[in-house]
T-cell receptor, first 112, second 112 residues
């Protein structure tokens, strides 16, 4: 079945550092790929998505590129802020378009 | 402006009480989902629905039940709450997983 593997956290960075959160997936067909962010006490919010190979999703300074050859969708940001502290989830859609499969989440802590 | 609403946000109740967690969306989405999120962050699918009068159990066995009598409403009920039900419950909806889910803000349930 489909699966998503994320790097384990917590990831602790200083403000303005470069961020990478690794995400790899196993799926049949051509899934859409997503990154969600969850701030403390809130639900998940869609951060960015990509629907086909080599697409780059971007939002709020975050980027991720759909790499079919490496089955990866790593999240990057050039300069993190304290306000980026949150939990980040990678996800993929099934071929039928009915269900998302989520990774286990990666907690990011940014220190001033 | 939230398009999917969960109430209550926080609930503390005694063991053995019956509770209903409410979830409503105004987007006309056919597909709705309930997740249980443990303190380790991982999301566990407990129920889903692809339309009115259609409900299915998810990957994680749960003593809760759901109903889908109207498109916009997907309540979750616990007939007899126990401390093991203490968790965060997240509701989501979608008009197609390739476009992602929209999540509510969650209900944090504590059973004492």
């Amino acid at each position: 079945g489909d699966s998503v593997t994320q790097m384990e956290g917590p990831v602790t960075l200083s403000e303005e550092a470069f961020l990478t959160i690794n995400c790899t997936y196993t799926a049949t067909g051509y899934p859409s790929l997503f990154w969600y962010v969850q701030y403390p006490g809130e639900g998940l919010q869609l951060l960015l998505k990509a629907t086909k190979a080599d697409d780059k999703g971007s939002n709020k300074g975050f980027e991720a590129t759909y790499r079919k050859e490496t089955t990866s969708f790593h999240l990057e940001k050039g300069s993190v802020q304290v306000s980026d502290s949150a939990v980040y989830f990678c996800a993929l859609s099934d071929n039928a378009g009915n269900m998302l499969t989520f990774g286990g989440g990666t907690r990011l802590m940014v220190k001033p | 402006e939230a398009d999917i609403y969960q109430t209550p946000r926080y609930l503390v109740i005694g063991t053995g009480k019956k509770i209903t967690l409410e979830c409503s969306q105004t987007m006309g989405h056919d597909k709705m989902y309930w997740y249980q999120q443990d303190p380790g962050m991982e999301l566990h699918l407990i129920h889903y629905s692809y339309g009115v009068n259609s409900t299915e159990k998810g990957d994680l066995s749960s003593e809760s039940t759901v109903s889908r009598i109207r498109t916009e409403h997907f309540p979750l009920t616990l007939e007899s709450a126990r401390p093991s039900h203490t968790s965060q419950y997240l509701c989501a909806s979608s008009d197609g997983a390739v476009r992602g889910y929209t999540f509510g803000s969650g209900t944090r349930l504590t059973v004492v």
